[in-house]
């Protein structure tokens, strides 16, 4: 396959579905259908699912993304910290809104019962973006594979908890965790319209993406909803400082974010202006030094319904495949638990230890993503032929396990499952790519020398 698909727009073309009509675009190697509304949520608000629109929908441009912090603060995209911005945004232009659950739908042609892959980005649970330069599925439409790039809530407008708000539904924050299953249960429920099987669907996710997918694994409610999941740099148990906290516990942080941003009441919060909401996280970020840790999933008793720690032991009977790289964030923990995590469930794991070219940052955190999209192209750095043939394996992997739970394929490198006391892996190298195991000393150096590339 080639990891020099075009974005080219041949034309638009427009279908029915039980949603109303709409129009996307159509490339040379695939269709695209793009700001799909699948729901609408006021603020600090549970979302409500679309079941129709008026008219023909207009799907041939993204929809807007979450309004985030880094887009309120110039200060965030410095030089010093323009790492990720260069790599993944450097000349796009976003539109944020509060009106932001909307889905990126790429298919082949004439797709008819194709396993969908529904992708969830990372940003640390406060930035993130579904229309960023990898999130192309042109790649995988090529091998008959739906994919599907959804936005959902981060930072405050995602994860704000309140008690007024569990006295309102019953339960607290996690707004931005049940976007996600809100936008899994309406690809089930419509994503027949665009050619996908609602029946064999594949959860994939980086990063914070990847422990969305993972908490959502972990709930037996959830059972039946998909098929498979695929976690890069976020797969396995945590550390007990990273694992969510109970809504009440984070209370007093959100008090304390509420007035600084001037506010009494939870109302007021509600009406006020986005420039008022992210200058008090900027607040907060100069008093205290554990916004990061507020500002995710908590155990609210419905979407995640006790302690990780908890559940990690019994999650959903799936077909799992877990990644890291070797310059990965906290790389030598990250490969440990995806590790541990893959041998108790029988995963498939991967090691990508290829280094980014162009700089000193090497396998960097998520730079996996544009292998698995085959978007290297619209990178400005120099991947060679041993990239190129990367991406192609990486996504002909992921597309025989989207299809079947199994990644392996004809002309690919064999790639065994973990056991119960082996922690082999794929590893993607510069000569080759071979079943190998990860080297901890190699990982350890990295974070200890490099860390994370923006800082």
């Known amino acids: 396959m080639s990891a020099m698909l075009k974005k080219t727009i041949l034309g638009q073309i427009t279908i029915s579905t039980a949603c109303g009509k709409l129009t996307g675009n159509e490339r040379e190697s695939c269709l695209e259908f793009l700001g799909v509304p699948y729901a609408h949520a006021a603020r600090f608000a549970y979302a409500e699912p679309v079941e129709s629109w008026e008219g023909t929908l207009d799907a041939t441009k993204p929809g807007a993304a979450c309004p985030q912090n880094r887009a309120w603060h110039e200060h965030l995209e410095h030089p010093t910290r323009r790492f990720y911005k260069k790599e993944y945004r450097e000349g796009s232009a976003f539109h944020y809104s509060e009106d932001c659950l909307n889905l990126n739908i790429f298919t082949p042609r004439n797709a008819r019962g194709c396993p969908v892959i529904l ?149 007021e919060l509600r009406i006020a202006s986005l420039d008022c909401l992210f200058d008090a996280v900027e607040t907060m970020k100069h008093k205290r030094k554990d916004g990061v840790y507020h500002t995710m999933p908590v155990i609210d008793g419905k979407l995640i319904p006790a302690p990780v720690d908890r559940l990690i032991a019994h999650p959903l009977p799936l077909d799992y495949l877990i990644g890291y790289t070797s310059n990965d964030m906290y790389a030598p923990v990250m490969a440990f638990i995806g590790n541990r995590y893959a041998k108790a469930n029988g995963a498939y794991v991967y090691y990508f230890d290829l280094n980014a070219p162009g700089d000193d940052n090497r396998a960097f955190h998520s730079c996996d993503l544009r292998y698995v999209f085959e978007s290297l192209a619209g990178s400005w750095r120099p991947f060679a032929a041993r990239d190129y043939e990367a991406a192609a394996q990486l996504a002909d992997y992921l597309a025989n396990f989207a299809r079947c739970g199994d990644p392996n394929g004809p002309g690919l490198p064999e790639w065994q499952p973990a056991g119960k006391h082996t922690a082999r892996a794929l590893r993607f190298a510069p000569g080759r790519t071979a079943m190998g195991r990860a080297n901890y000393l190699k990982l350890t150096f990295n974070m200890l020398t490099k860390g994370d590339p923006k800082a």
Not at 139 to 166: C, D, K, W
Not at 210 to 217: E, G, K, N, T, V
């Open 119 to 267: 992708f969830f980005h990372g940003g640390g649970f406060d930035s993130g973006i579904n229309s960023e330069d990898p999130f192309d599925g042109a790649g995988l439409a090529s091998r008959g594979i739906v994919t599907v790039f959804a936005n959902y809530r981060v930072g405050p407008l995602g994860y704000l908890t309140h008690a007024e708000i569990q006295k309102q539904y019953g339960r607290d924050g996690n707004f931005g965790l049940d976007d996600q299953l809100t936008a899994l249960r309406w690809v089930k429920a419509h994503i027949g319209d665009f050619g996908g099987d609602g029946e064999n669907i594949t959860l994939l996710g980086q990063s914070a993406g990847a422990i969305s997918i993972q908490y959502l694994c972990l709930n037996p409610e959830n059972a039946g909803l998909f098929q498979r999941a695929a976690m890069m740099s976020g797969g396995g148990m945590f550390p007990k400082f990273a694992l969510p906290r109970r809504a009440a516990d984070t209370h007093a942080y959100w008090q304390e974010y509420l007035e600084a941003a001037g506010c009494r009441t939870l109302e």
